[in-house]
């Protein structure tokens, strides 16, 4: 596609409930990553693919958050059990190769809030 | 692991001042360093980058230059207008194993006045 795309764009959830978000990203990149942005916490690094290579899933908050990128494309992050500090927004982003002087292209984001 | 120290904000400028936002890193070599710019209700984009030492990376007339002396790359631009209000992040790869990770600064909200 032209961009990284991701959906939901908006999702409103219950305490308790699971979630998923999709990224689809740029078609040919190899790399994939997930962020998150919250308010007082800037942008945190959640997980990264590359080819088949086995996830950095370094940055995941807890075992309720996993990911998965089917084909080496398509990716989707789950949340489990949410809670409120899970509000924040989703932010995928794909680069061609991961080498330090790559460009990586976000995604405009899934914002997801817990109630 | 790399990390970088960016200038805290709000920064609140009127129409064509001049505008430098701080950004000073740690990092084992030189790494590429970015910024990038997240305009209200979009996401992130990159703004600008220098991939190797005295570079200067430069666009919308944006630049900054990749100084290793003082471990920095702060973003000016000589005129800046409304259109430029947004967020500005500081960014550069950590490298730790096979993962090339952005790690972000915190964000800069720039907001110009007309």
């Known amino acids: 596609g032209a961009g990284v795309s991701q959906s939901p764009s908006n999702k409103v959830t219950e305490k308790g409930k699971d979630v998923e978000l999709r990224c689809d990203p740029i078609?040919?990149?190899?790399?994939l990553y997930w962020y998150r942005q919250s308010l007082g916490q800037g942008l945190e690094f959640l997980i990264y693919?590359?080819?088949?290579?086995?996830?950095?899933k370094s940055g995941l908050p807890s075992d309720r958050f996993s990911a998965e990128r089917t084909g080496g494309s398509v990716s989707t992050l789950t949340i489990q059990r949410t809670q409120q500090e899970d509000s924040a927004v989703y932010l995928c982003?794909?680069?061609?190769?991961?080498?330090?002087?790559?460009?990586?292209?976000f995604g405009e984001g899934s914002w997801l809030t817990v109630v | 692991g790399n990390s970088v120290t960016q200038m805290e904000g709000p920064v609140t400028l009127s129409e064509e001042a001049f505008l430098t936002i701080n950004c000073t890193y740690t990092?084992?070599?030189?790494?590429?360093l970015f910024w990038y710019v997240q305009y209200p209700g979009e996401g992130l984009q990159l703004l600008l980058k220098?991939?190797?030492?005295?570079d200067k990376g430069s666009n919308k007339g944006f630049e900054a230059t990749y100084r290793k002396e003082t471990t920095s790359f702060h973003l000016e631009k000589g005129s800046v207008q409304v259109s430029d209000s947004a967020v500005y992040f500081c960014a550069l790869p950590d490298y730790g194993g096979a993962t090339n990770k952005l790690i972000f600064g915190t964000g800069t909200l720039l907001a110009v006045q007309p």
């Open positions: 078609s040919g990149h190899t790399a």
């Open positions: 982003a794909s680069s061609l190769f991961p080498r330090g002087e790559d460009t990586i292209y």
């Open positions: 220098a991939t190797k030492a005295d």
């Open positions: 693919f590359q080819g088949n290579s086995a996830p950095d």
């Open positions: 990092a084992t070599g030189y790494p590429s």
